[in-house]
């Protein structure tokens, strides 16, 4: 049971994480769009694509560890968490867990979009207004998978707490 709680505890703490790390993303796009239009009007003949390039690689390698990062902690809930939940929750919390873990698939999907989108940015070859056109779709994209892994992970905090709740209480009364 013990490291159930620690299992516990440490999918809360990535969740944190992943939030902050979100936020940093969704920042270094908002950059890539801000760095592009200033450096086209500063060398109106000549279009700033070395800069933009630089910050679509930082953007790429953060979206690539996020991804990666969120990949890892997914797999824990879908075996190790999943398996807790079914030992020590009840039939209410691992139904809802199991609804949980079905939107995985779709935010997977959605990082794996946001990657297609800063790869078509970063080849070029569109017009001013087409590249700014995909860099706000592409942010706009980031922002709503943002707003989606956090409701998701608010949902299963509350899941969380609720079975390291019940645990502690079983654990407190020694029925475990």
Known sequence: MEESLTLIERIIAEHKTIRQRMQTLEQV???????A???????TFMPGRFAQHQNLGKLREDLE??????QEHFEREETALLAVFEEYGDK???????????EH????SR????????????????SRHLWEASANDMRAHLSHTRKLL???????QELLYG?????????????L
């Open 111 to 126: 990082f794996a979009q946001s990657g297609k989108q800063v790869d078509e940015l970063a080849e070029g070859g569109s």
């Open 92 to 102: 209410e919390l691992s139904s809802k867990l199991h609804s949980l873990l079905l």
């Open 105 to 108: 698939d779709d935010l997977k």
């Open 65 to 70: 560890t996020i991804r990666q990062g969120i």
């Open 163 to 175: 079975l390291r709740e019940r645990l502690s209480q079983k654990k407190e009364k020694g029925s």
């Open 150 to 156: 956090e409701a998701h992970a608010e949902i299963e």
């Open 29 to 35: 796009a908002n950059d890539v769009e801000a760095i």
């Open 37 to 43: 239009g200033l450096e086209e009007t500063k060398e």
